[in-house]
């Protein structure tokens, strides 16, 4: 017998009920939930406390504050980035009936106390002094594609957003759209200057200065004649593979053809730039008319998608250009003699420009995923899912998010000139608040890889507002037992010991694989991988002869924290334990495309490997094993074969099931229940993970 607990209703509830049921049982089980909760919530922020809220809310982990830090904390003059390693300096013990902790002077704690009490809104002086603790030293850039037209409420919401951007280092260069604009129309450039003119003032009211700026700052036409970026070399043998000739054997099947990312329609020089730099230099936000010019230095209205991408790439060239400056001083500083020639300084006071950050506001909010029925993406891996994501678009969401496909684009032609570490997000104009969480954690709203009980219901459910989160990326590759020759083991060996920190006996492990191996995903060149093994069971009384065993599940350090393994626990889900389901139709490369049965994932883990409290949101269940509990068990229940037998059971109609209101339809609520024929499994499963040899040195 198989005892399930209830559903949790949200990620705190889970993580509680998950530590007490470790403390109290050697067994826990998690079941099932289909029912939908689309409730929108409609909140609009306001207030500074509503600005400490939402930091707080983003719950940033360790990881994230460090990475926050490294790119808005102080940085060094020397240009190297600062230590992360804690200050090893006592912090002196604070009584909780301190009322004074931070031993503030007596006038800025009256003028605090409302605020932390939460009693009233803070006064201006509180504002004051919060605002200096939070701003940061360094300014940094995102580009934002504001996607009107909004009311004068929803535009005082979002501009109140950038603000709170700003207060933590991050200063946006804002690029005016209007939906209800047509190409052609009367009076098309006085309605963008309006626009302009209008979210300046809203900026003004929030609290920021704001430059409109109402000239041109691209130009029409590709950029000039220049070597060959690994941009347009992607974009030429991407083509280059879509006019082999059907038939051909080196043809690739279409949903393993990557759609060419969009060229750019516009260009901007460094020079192009002047009015940006001096409006940042001078602590204002730039507002920024969708205009170009033409070749006969015409000015005219364009689409603000070819302003985003062609500044984009401009200021990505003269943030390197800064760099390569700051680099040529610090050289030639190192080299010459200090006590003859003065150090030369570096350029404090230029502005780097690269943009680290893409953020697209509109009605419509993040783009639709067939997976959710047409609730929003929560993260994109643009290197894997852009395609699929294209040809699995329902014609029905064209009226409801007619842009969601032309932002993709945009966002995935931006991300190409971008750093690596840089994001795109797609946002409604109800949800400002989550620019805050993203900016801090530079993560989706919720986990992509939690099951889908905890993402359809509580006070975090995915919401047709909720944001989508979209990166570069890495592609997702299934080497299977007849390809195993495919798998460099010298990389994969680098990659379990720098994940695990442990030193791998590589030629055991190895020649295990040999005889065990299922299939390897791999997550790019080996910035994370997955090991399935199918483990004999030769006298089971479940009538399966085999066990699917997740033996590695690894993330290269340098990845953790950038979306990666939640990309790599999605494509072990299509491969195992969700195949057959709609959802698991994502297309890896060399994988299963979403066709087949899917199969119970079992992997151990040791009681107090940190990574549990992330097993045990994703896992169905888990069990103590050892002697004293040194090992933990967990397992997902293959998804397909539990619905059908929630749906069986109802229909049976045993005590307990029915059918619950979704939002399409009717949908299954979640039962507890023994699945019939499955008892004696764990003790099964329990003898031949415990039989497992350990490959660490």
């Not at 000239?215 to 060959?228: K, S, T, Y």
């Not at 993560?443 to 459910?461: E, M, R, V």
């Not at 004999?536 to 399966?544: H, L």
Request: aromatic fraction near 6%.
């Amino acid at each position: 017998m198989i005892a399930s607990t209830s559903a949790a209703v949200g990620l705190k509830s889970v993580r509680k009920a998950a530590a007490a049921v470790v403390g109290r049982s050697a067994i826990s089980t998690t079941r099932r939930c289909y029912y939908q909760n689309t409730s929108p919530n409609d909140e609009v922020p306001g207030g500074m406390n509503d600005f400490i809220l939402s930091i707080l809310e983003a719950s940033p982990s360790s990881r994230d504050a460090k990475n926050y830090l490294g790119t808005f904390g102080k940085q060094p003059s020397n240009g190297k980035m600062p230590s992360t390693t804690p200050s090893l300096i006592p912090r002196p013990a604070i009584s909780p009936n301190d009322k004074n902790p931070l031993n503030l002077p007596a006038d800025i704690l009256a003028a605090q106390k409302p605020l932390l009490q939460g009693t009233a809104e803070p006064q201006p002086e509180a504002q004051k002094t919060a605002l200096a603790l939070l701003d940061p030293i360094p300014r940094r850039t995102a580009l934002v594609k504001f996607q009107g037209p909004f009311t004068d409420n929803a535009l005082d919401s979002i501009c109140r957003g950038m603000v709170y951007l700003e207060k933590l280092g991050l200063v946006s260069v804002i690029v005016v759209e209007n939906d209800d604009w047509h190409p052609g129309q009367d009076g098309e450039r006085a309605q963008a200057r309006d626009d302009v003119m209008r979210i300046a003032a809203a900026l003004e009211r929030g609290g920021a200065k704001a430059r409109p700026i109402l000239e041109p700052l691209v130009r029409l036409g590709p950029p000039p004649a220049e070597p060959e970026s690994e941009h347009d070399a992607l974009v030429h043998e991407q083509r280059k593979a879509l006019l082999v000739e059907d038939g051909d054997p080196r043809r690739p099947r279409p949903e393993e053809v990557e759609i060419p990312p969009t060229e750019v329609q516009a260009h901007a020089r460094l020079e192009d730039l002047s009015a940006i730099r001096s409006a940042l230099k001078s602590g204002e936000i730039p507002v920024v008319a969708p205009l170009a010019s033409d070749s006969f230095h015409r000015m005219v209205r364009v689409d603000s998608s070819d302003v985003v991408a062609a500044l984009v790439r401009s200021m990505v060239e003269a943030g390197k250009a800064l760099q390569l400056k700051k680099d040529s001083i610090a050289a030639t500083n190192a080299h010459e003699d200090p006590t003859e020639t003065p150090e030369r300084p570096l350029p404090e006071d230029e502005v780097d420009l690269t943009p680290l950050r893409l953020m697209i506001i509109s009605k419509e909010g993040g783009v639709p995923s067939y997976a959710r029925q047409g609730l929003p993406h929560l993260l994109i891996n643009l290197s894997s899912e852009h395609s699929h994501i294209v040809r699995t678009f329902s014609p029905t969401w064209s009226a409801s998010h007619p842009t969601s496909l032309a932002n993709l684009s945009l966002s995935r032609t931006c991300l190409e000139y971008m750093p690596p570490s840089s994001s795109a997000i797609v946002v409604s104009h109800k949800s400002p608040r989550s620019l805050i969480g993203n900016l801090v954690t530079n993560k989706p709203a919720q986990s992509s890889s939690l099951p889908a009980y905890l993402l359809t219901t509580g006070a975090k459910a995915v919401t047709p507002h909720t944001p989508t989160l979209i990166r570069k990326g890495l592609p997702m590759r299934v080497i299977r037992r007849d390809r195993m020759h495919e798998i460099d083991k010298d990389k994969m060996t680098k990659l379990l010991e720098a994940s695990f920190r442990r030193t791998l006996k590589a030629e055991e492990f190895y020649e295990r694989m040999d005889t065990v191996l299922d299939y390897v995903i791999v997550a790019g060149d080996y910035a994370g991988a997955c090991i399935v093994t199918e483990e004999p069971m030769p006298n089971s009384t479940t009538g399966r002869c085999s066990l699917s065993y997740l033996d590695k599940f690894a993330v290269h350090p340098s990845h953790q924290g950038d979306g990666t393994v939640d990309f790599l626990w999605v494509a072990l889900h299509d491969e195992s334990f969700g195949c057959g389901l709609a959802h698991a139709l994502n297309p890896n490369q060399g994988g299963k495309l979403g066709l087949g049965t899917g199969c119970d994932l079992v992997w151990r883990s040791r009681t107090n490997n940190p990574a549990n409290r992330w097993y045990y949101e994703r896992s169905s269940g888990h069990l103590r094993l050892g002697e004293k509990g040194e090992w933990t068990m967990f397992w997902c229940d293959a998804e397909e074969r539990l619905k059908d037998k929630e749906l069986e059971l109802i229909e049976q109609g045993r005590e307990g099931a029915k059918y619950v209101p979704g939002r399409k339809g009717r949908q299954v609520e979640g039962l507890s229940f023994c699945v019939e024929g499955e008892e004696g499994r764990l003790d099964e499963w329990k003898q031949v993970v415990a039989a497992i040899p350990s490959c660490w040195a």
